[in-house]
């Protein structure tokens, strides 16, 4: 784990970001449940990208743009998106803040909170950031905005586009790869050439670089100083960075691509436990702390599940709402 105390976070900070790992881990876990028990019909997993995810949201600021990618559930819950919001999702309920329950499960969208919503072909959400952070720079506002990807996603058109726009017009704008190192099923050695996809921002123009998914700190750091750059006036950064998927692809994916010895071995490198360890050893939180901050955590999701379970369905006639022209042309 990088300094904390150099990158100029406290250890209140530290046990904060704990406290929205554990958040989005738990919740997590508890739509996986959900969907064995054949109450929810789809789940694509967080899990292993939390430290990644709190550490780029840590070094946000209000008014900043997000267009974030399926897996940022703990990005978005600690943008603010309740644990309601987003199991009102998953269950497809009429209240879900995304759309009103029509859209797959984790494609997250919320305007006060400053989400832009997320379409299904993957890369999109690239373009829609940078258009985001053009609109910024045009408004000569103090924001930034910003994207995530799979390394799957950057090898498609809209990666390319949307990073050589952004280079070329010096934009306030982040780009956040991370890396888990499988498309689905298909391994990074079969997906790209290059040793570090951070390399690619040679080619746009801008800073680039590869960070340690795993440690929050060294996330935030990253972040921090790119957000930093973009409001000097110093243009994009492409951060790249290394993760771990701890799950299959979705709840739709059988995982026997991986061996059961590569799947045991991720668990070594579960970032919410290391964040745990290292917090013990610094007795910056002790046992106590963690119990009560994870009992916490739980209940207010068992809450959450309640609610969303009980809320009612978008009828039948909901269906057409916001795709056909409604009314009179005249």
């Given at each position: 784990m990088e300094d904390y105390k150099a990158a100029g976070l406290t250890e209140e900070d530290l046990k904060t970001m704990y406290k929205w790992m554990d958040f989005g881990r738990k919740l997590d876990e508890r739509m996986w449940l959900l969907n064995r028990a054949g109450k929810i019909s789809f789940v694509i997993s967080c899990q292993g990208q939390e430290a990644a995810q709190i550490g780029m949201g840590y070094a946000m600021a209000e008014g900043d743009i997000s267009s974030p990618y399926y897996r940022d559930l703990v990005l978005v819950t600690y943008l603010g998106m309740t644990a309601k919001d987003i199991l009102l999702s998953a269950f497809g309920k009429k209240e879900d803040i995304n759309s009103g329950g029509k859209q797959m499960p984790s494609h997250f969208g919320h305007k006060k909170l400053g989400i832009l919503s997320q379409g299904s072909p993957v890369g999109t959400q690239i373009l829609h950031a940078v258009g985001a952070s053009l609109a910024l720079k045009m408004?000569?506002?103090?924001?930034?905005?910003?994207?995530?990807?799979?390394?799957?996603?950057?090898?498609?058109?809209?990666?390319?586009?949307?990073?050589?726009?952004?280079?070329?017009h010096k934009l306030p704008f982040i780009c956040v790869i991370e890396n888990n190192k499988y498309a689905i099923s298909v391994p990074d050695s079969l997906q790209y050439a290059a040793e570090k996809l951070s390399d690619r921002a040679i080619g746009y123009g801008m800073h680039g670089?590869?960070?340690?998914?795993?440690?929050?700190?060294?996330?935030?750091?990253?972040?921090?100083?790119?957000?930093?750059?973009?409001?000097?006036?110093?243009?994009?950064?492409?951060?790249?960075?290394?993760?771990?998927?701890?799950?299959?692809?979705?709840?739709?994916?059988?995982?026997?691509?991986?061996?059961?010895?590569?799947?045991?071995?991720?668990?070594?490198?579960?970032?919410?436990?290391?964040?745990?360890?290292?917090?013990?050893?610094?007795?910056?939180?002790?046992?106590?702390?963690?119990?009560?901050?994870?009992?916490?955590?739980?209940?207010?999701?068992?809450?959450?599940?309640?609610?969303?379970?009980?809320?009612?369905?978008?009828?039948?006639?909901?269906?057409?709402?916001?795709?056909?022209?409604?009314?009179?042309?005249?």
């Open positions: 408004d000569k506002k103090s924001n930034i905005a910003m994207t995530t990807v799979g390394e799957g996603s950057s090898n498609q058109g809209d990666f390319h586009e949307g990073l050589n726009f952004a280079g070329v670089e590869r960070v340690d998914g795993n440690d929050p700190i060294a996330m935030y750091k990253a972040m921090k100083e790119a957000r930093t750059r973009a409001l000097n006036g110093e243009g994009a950064t492409l951060l790249e960075a290394m993760c771990t998927r701890m799950t299959a692809h979705s709840s739709d994916d059988d995982d026997q691509y991986r061996s059961q010895e590569v799947r045991d071995a991720l668990k070594v490198e579960d970032c919410n436990q290391r964040l745990k360890q290292y917090l013990l050893d610094e007795n910056i939180a002790d046992e106590a702390w963690f119990e009560s901050v994870e009992n916490d955590n739980k209940e207010i999701i068992k809450t959450a599940t309640k609610e969303a379970e009980q809320a009612p369905y978008p009828s039948a006639e909901e269906t057409y709402k916001h795709v056909y022209e409604e009314g009179s042309l005249q």
